[in-house]
Structure formats: C-alpha cells, structure tokens
C-alpha cells in the first residue's frame, strides 16, 4: 500500500468514527476535526499525524465514550502511528 492509499484507509476510519451515531457527539465531531487535519495537505504529514493523534488522545479518555467507540480510537491511533513508521 501506497502512503496516500494508508492515509485514505485512516481517513475512511476517522469518517466512520465520525458517523456512528452510537457515539456522543462531541467525540463524532472530533473525529471530523481530526480527519479534516489529517487530509490538510498544506501542512507536512508529520504535524498532520500529530495533530490527528493530539485530538484523539483527549477524545479518548473522554468517559462518556462507550467501549466500541474507545477501540475504534485506538485502532486509529495505531493506524496513524504506523503512518508515520512506515514513512
């Protein structure tokens, strides 16, 4: 797989994450928030990583988020820092 094709495949996550409506809004609408730096291509694809990760770190730990929705963040997390392993 391409870079830009992993960097799909984690903006597809993030979009699903963002139209679960079994998730509070406020995580939803982080996942929106993280995916639209993640595809900002005016920045370098390590501050977009960084950034996608800093937004999904306090989502997170956010206690209203349900277990699935925990999971699927972390799963997009792993997601990103492979992004950047695989750089």
Known sequence: ??????IEKV???LQELADDISVPRNIRRGAKEA???????AESLD???ASAI???DELVNDPNVPI???????NIMS?????LANK
């Open 79 to 83: 997601a990103l820092e492979s992004l």
């Open 54 to 56: 800093s937004i999904l």
């Open 1 to 6: 797989m391409t870079q830009a094709e992993d």
């Open 35 to 41: 995916k639209e730096v993640l595809m900002n291509d």
């Open 68 to 74: 699935h929705g925990r999971t699927a963040i972390w």
């Open 47 to 49: 501050v977009r990583v």
């Open 11 to 13: 903006g597809m996550m």
